[in-house]
């Protein structure tokens, strides 16, 4: 089992930048993690999401070019570095996590789920 703990969210304004963590107890190597996001009213939503060994990454086609997803094994943590942030990018955004070899881009792929953390971008 893992524990996720998010952190790094905040207000922006557009074209701003913003890095969100992701800290994870338990054999973080162990899973796949992704990144999601939620506005309100609308669906959760597939963000990006790295292999156990960070060899493979995958991307929302309304963020690629903008947004990094990394993940540090050594430290637990995976981060995700938003770049020229658009007001549509507001949204709580959660971390999870993979034991097995699931849909990256689905919501029910994933095993585990951190709290969430609010992004606002301002226009």
């Known amino acids: 089992q893992v524990q996720l703990v998010e952190s790094g969210g905040g207000l922006v304004q557009a074209g701003g930048s913003l890095r969100l963590s992701c800290a994870a107890s338990?054999?973080?190597?162990?899973?796949?993690m992704g990144w999601f996001r939620q506005a309100p009213g609308k669906e959760r939503e597939f963000v990006a999401a790295?292999?156990?060994?960070?060899?493979?990454?995958y991307y929302a086609d309304s963020v690629k070019g903008r947004f990094t997803i990394s993940r540090d094994n050594a430290k637990s943590t995976v981060y995700l570095q938003m770049n020229s942030l658009k007001p549509e990018d507001t949204a709580v955004y959660y971390c999870?996590?993979?034991?097995?070899?699931?849909?990256?881009?689905?919501?029910?792929?994933?095993?585990?789920w951190g709290q969430g953390n609010q992004v606002t971008v301002s226009s």
């Open positions: 999870a996590a993979d034991a097995g070899y699931s849909d990256r881009m689905k919501p029910h792929g994933y095993d585990y």
């Open positions: 338990g054999s973080f190597s162990r899973y796949a």
């Open positions: 790295i292999s156990r060994s960070a060899d493979i990454t």
